[in-house]
């Protein structure tokens, strides 16, 4: 069956601390993202990738940065956390071209105080 | 600007009824769409896929059609149970580099 595993389902972070949220997949899959989800938003892309160490801006990288070192580890990383960085985060992957069928997480709810 | 609209953007039902959520895009080139199914809490899981050539496509109590001249598409849910009780996503995959659009979902809410 196949897996992407999120570390942390909920965090309490303060504002300025630095965040890690990992993401592990077991699929062997090419791609992975991170989005995050917020009401009234709908689903929004991060940060790709598409090969190990490779990486690309999706359409809110700002605040974030990511590392992907193994091909099925990827990292989204909040070096300063804010309070409108409260929200869900959704890692997944995917195999081949950018249109095949994303597995997710189950997601990784991040609060800053 | 590519775009995918859902609607409605809730909708309440009783169980064993059937309801119709709506997708229309306007994304070009147009690759293929996907709806999710997103239950609270947890990750979106893939539904159904559908391409350019195809209409109709069922998975279980689930039917989705899609009308590429309108740009539209719909999922059909028959004889609704409490589990279907979640948000559905679509999502609109470009023909071109590995661009993916996602609507805002439609939250699903079934009652006993």
């Known amino acids: 069956d196949v897996k992407v595993t999120q570390s942390s389902r909920y965090l309490v972070k303060r504002t300025g601390e630095k965040v890690f949220l990992e993401c592990v997949q077991d699929?062997?899959?090419?791609?992975m993202f991170w989005y995050r989800q917020d009401p009234g938003l709908g689903l929004r892309l991060i940060y790709f990738?598409?090969?190990?160490?490779?990486?690309e801006k999706g359409d809110i990288p700002e605040g974030y940065s990511v590392s992907r070192e193994k091909k099925e580890r990827f990292s989204l990383i909040l070096e300063s956390a804010s309070t409108n960085q409260t929200s869900m985060y959704l890692c997944?992957?995917?195999?081949?071209?950018?249109?095949?069928?994303?597995?997710f997480g189950e997601g990784s709810r991040l609060t800053v105080l | 600007k590519n775009q995918v609209e859902q609607s409605p953007q809730s909708l309440i039902i009783l169980e064993g009824k059937n309801c119709t959520l709506q997708?229309?895009?306007?994304?070009?080139?147009?690759?293929?769409l996907r709806w999710y199914k997103q239950d609270t809490g947890r990750g979106p899981v893939s539904l159904t896929i559908?391409?350019?050539?195809?209409n109709t496509k069922s998975n279980g109590r689930y039917t989705a059609t899609l009308d590429a001249d309108t740009k539209q598409s719909s999922l059909h849910i028959t004889a609704s149970q409490l589990s279907d009780s979640a948000s559905y996503i679509c999502?609109?995959?470009?023909?071109?580099?590995?661009?993916?659009?996602f609507g805002g979902g439609t939250r699903l809410m079934v009652k006993p």
């Open positions: 559908m391409t350019f050539s195809e």
């Open positions: 999502v609109v995959s470009l023909n071109a580099g590995n661009m993916l659009t």
């Open positions: 997708c229309n895009y306007t994304v070009s080139p147009f690759s293929n």
């Open positions: 990738s598409y090969d190990v160490k490779m990486k």
């Open positions: 997944a992957s995917s195999q081949g071209a950018g249109t095949g069928e994303l597995f």
């Open positions: 699929m062997d899959h090419e791609n």
